[in-house]
């Protein structure tokens, strides 16, 4: 017998699982990390312009320019986020449901830990304004997010789809990227 069979899958089927379950939790994860950076930016933008109360005292320039450096590496957070997932969805539909979400386990801890790293690596002088640190804590709450919400959600989902036949597998990213900015919420922790 020389064939193989056709229920195991061939280095072309991994390499499209890989690069569907990458892109699509590209797409979620730096999604949900952007739209925390822009948010951010924008409550930075609001105490400066004093509709709202607390926050860092901070003088003119220092509030401009770290609104427009945090809300910048947000939008471009962002803009990775959406180009990323050009493909995904057309690559994962060619998989099993439980395959799918153990591609998307993989690759949602991988770009969790990617967060993480941006968030805890990037060297930055004690001198710039204090925005610019939140938005570091940010990324690690993102990060962190991450790792709980694509370890969870992925198999959560599948194993609603094998047991409920109004479940549409389409709905697990935008289910994956509610709980991943609920999470960011709940574990952002402003730098002391």
Known sequence: MTGRDASVPGLAD???????????????????????????A????LFELEWVSGGPNLTVMEALGSIAAVGAVGGAILGLGAEAS???????????????????????????????VLGMLVPLPDSLPVTIDY??????????????????VPPLAAWLSGRMPWWKPGWDPYILFGVWIILILALFSPPG
């Not at 390499?15 to 822009?38: E, K, Q």
């Not at 924008?42 to 933008?45: D, F, K, P």
């Not at 804590?137 to 694509?150: E, K, N, P, V």
């Open 14 to 40: 991994w390499y499209r699982l890989a690069a569907g379950s990458f892109r699509s939790m590209l797409r979620v994860g730096f999604t949900a990390a952007g739209v925390a950076l822009l948010g951010l």
């Open 42 to 45: 924008l409550a930075s933008l």
């Open 86 to 116: 050009y493909g995904a969805a057309q690559l994962e539909d060619e998989q099993d449901v439980w395959r799918r979400a153990g591609g998307r386990v993989v690759a949602g801890l991988t770009v969790s830990i990617i967060l993480l």
């Open 135 to 152: 938005g570091r804590a940010t990324l690690r709450a993102a990060g962190i997010a991450g790792l709980a919400s694509s370890a969870a």
